[in-house]
Structure formats: structure tokens, C-alpha cells
């Protein structure tokens, strides 16, 4: 199947470089372009520029290679984030720059952008066809895909005129016969992309079976070393730079807990023993949400309209202010910014018994805000659970700084819009 030209990278930055940073200079600078009197403020201007552009559109392509990824709401934070990059270079070098020109560039590439993605995604919707045997119909309900089923007399004369960008099958299945084998050994010699049934279900779901976890490569859930090291040095770097606008939330967050609970004897904090890198116990620190007595007949998890959560509780759990004192445990080593959340001893116990392979997602830190949190929420129950483990070892398998930065983007989403809240 042939892809639309805007579905190229190099197309996209083409454009965008003629209409965001081309553009303005011609409207700006005309009489200086025309007089051969092009002055280095210019010239600066044009390549910061540039630039922004560039990280925005590689940083908008990379994000969308993840699964759910091709809403809008990437957008606005890539753009504000690049050009926070370039503005930080031209302040600390004292580069000079035309803020006229980068104002007006960033409007155009705010506009182009935004409509890039909307027309992006309209010529990208992904169409798959599949062979009907073993778990296919788990892939059925799975959104934003067309899926068509295949016939064991389907012919591959030409994949360029094909109605599909890849064929999916059940390779384990023992009813995938000697024909069904011939076709997708002819639609891979024609191009077409033959995959597993469990990698497709992992890029379009974030999820990684656990039921099924032997079929994939152990090691493959392994978290770069090296990637850990710097985690831990950028955590530590942007706590300690947002530290002076976290403190003065943190203390009018402490002082309307403390006047909300006036006639009672609870403490601002709320600390409770969890499982950490290796199955460490560490002492977890909360804003209290809850009544003091809320787990007096020990640990529950939280369940939707939770009558244990105060009126300010509420607040804070659906912003995920809460979590802010979590920046000491980040700070001691023993949690960060990004990584699945840490559970109850009690809990993992329980779930150490009943759910395959459970104890894996002890293997890196565990984090303030995690892609099982921002793709699902809290868990309520053992079934829950299972879910936000697959997208936990989705997390540890792809453990990377694009996907991490991905996470960010959509924690600052999940605290504006509160999803997920308990």
C-alpha cells in the first residue's frame, strides 16, 4: 500500500521550514534581502528557527510511534518544549535575535503544526489484514484500526495496490496450515509486513501480555544501564530546579490540610511502607487525602467516588498534588519522576501469587507518574491490575528518554483533566 507524501518526515520539515522559517524572513527582511545587507540578528533568528523546528517535528513523530499517541495534546507541550531549548541557548550564548521574527515564526509553526497532525492523521489511518485463525478476534476490538479478513485463496499480485499496510497472524497456531504459510511467505517477498499476532497487539496497545510473556525475549524487558544513570542524574537536576515553585505549593497544600482536619489529630503527611527496585521496602510519603482511620481495617484500594477521601483529598488526588512530597524519595534514590508505581507489601504479596510474573516490574525504581498510570489510572481491583502490569512491561521493554518524556507530557494532561483519579 502506497503512502501519502505527508506521511514523510523529510516532506513534513520541508514545509514547515518554508512556511515557518522562509516566510517570515521574506516578509521581515525584504528590503535587507534585497539590498545584500542580511545582518547576523537575522541570520541568528532564521537558524533558532530552524532549529525548534526541527526538534518539534522529530519530537512529534517519535511520540506518535507509540501506541494512542495521535491526539493533539502532544502538540502544545513539543512546541513549548523546543522552543524553551533554543530560547535557553540564545539567552546563555547572548546570541541577538529578532523577536519579531521569532514571534511571528511561532505562531505560523503553532498553526502548521496543529494542522499537520490533524491532516497526518487522517491519511494514516491503519488498515491490517488478518489470517482468522487462533487469538485474532482479540485484535478486533482494539481502535483506530480497519481490519480485514483474509481468505486462504487471497492473492498478492502487487502490494503497491493492496487495501492494507500489513498482514497479522496467530504464528504459534497449530491451524496455521501449509496455504496460510505460502501466503504470508508470498505477501513478505511482495513487501507487505507479516507480523505476530502478540507484536501488533503490544505497538497498538501498550500492553504486553503477561499471559503470554514467554513468547517474547526475557531480555528484551531488561532496562539499559546506561539509561538508568542518566534517569537518575535528570531526576535529581529537575527536582532541585523546581524546587522553588514546589515548595510554596507544597506549603499552601500542608496548611489547607491542617485546616481541614483542625478538629481532628491527623498528620499533613501520610507515610506508608512500599516496594521499591528489587523488592525493597522504603517509606512512601503523601499529602494526606484520606480520614485518618481510612485503613484501619488495613490496606484497600481505592475505588471510585472513595468515601475515605476528603473534599480537599479529592482535589489533590485528581491533580496528583498528593504525590509532591514523593520528591524526597525521589531524591534519596528511592523512587523517580517516571517508572511504575509502587504498591503495598500487602497487595504485592497477594499479587506475588495470583499474577504471572508480577515481581518483573520490581526491576527498575518506581515512579511518581508511569505509563500505566497516564494510559489506565488506578487500579481497583486484581483484574485492573493485570492490565496496568502489561503496560508496565510495555514501559520496562521500551524503557527509553523519548517514551519518558512522552509520559511527562501526558501526566501534565492527566493532572489538568484529573483521569484516572481515585
Known sequence: MQQHPWQFLGIRILVGWLLICLLPAVILFWEYILNSNILATQVNSVLASSVALLLSLVGLDRFTQFPGQKSMVTVLPTLLASGLIVGLVLLIFRVPYSVYYLSLSAAIGLTFCFLSQVFLRSVTQVIIGYVPIGRYQNLLGIRDVTWIELSKDFQTVSHQYLPFHAVVADLS??????????????????????????????????????????????????????????????????????????????????????????????????????????????????????????????????????????????????TRLDELPQFVNVLKGEMSLIGPRPEQLDFVNRFNETVPFYRYRHIVKPGISGWAQVMHGYASDEDETKVKLEHDFFYIKNFSFTLDLLIVIKTIQTMITGFGAR
Not at 496455521?176 to 513478505?188: D, I, N, T, V
Open 173 to 318: 497456531d497449530i491451524d496455521l496450515c501449509s496455504r496460510w504459510e505460502q501466503q504470508l511467505a508470498e505477501s513478505a517477498l511482495q513487501g507487505i509486513p507479516v507480523y505476530n499476532i502478540l507484536q501488533v497487539s503490544e505497538s497498538l496497545t501498550g500492553r504486553l501480555p503477561i499471559k503470554h510473556l514467554y513468547e517474547n525475549n526475557l531480555g528484551s524487558l531488561l532496562p539499559s544501564q546506561s539509561y538508568l544513570l542518566i534517569k537518575r542524574i535528570v531526576d535529581t537536576v529537575v527536582i532541585i530546579i523546581s524546587l522553588p515553585i514546589v515548595i510554596p505549593i507544597a506549603l499552601l497544600i500542608g496548611l489547607a490540610i491542617k485546616w481541614e482536619s483542625r478538629c481532628s489529630n491527623s498528620t499533613i503527611l501520610f507515610k506508608q511502607s512500599r516496594i521499591g527496585q528489587g523488592g525493597k521496602l522504603f517509606t512512601m510519603y503523601k499529602f494526606r487525602s484520606m480520614l485518618p482511620d481510612a485503613e484501619q481495617n488495613g490496606a484497600q484500594m481505592a475505588t471510585h467516588a472513595d468515601m475515605r477521601v476528603t473534599k480537599f483529598g479529592c482535589f489533590i488526588r485528581q
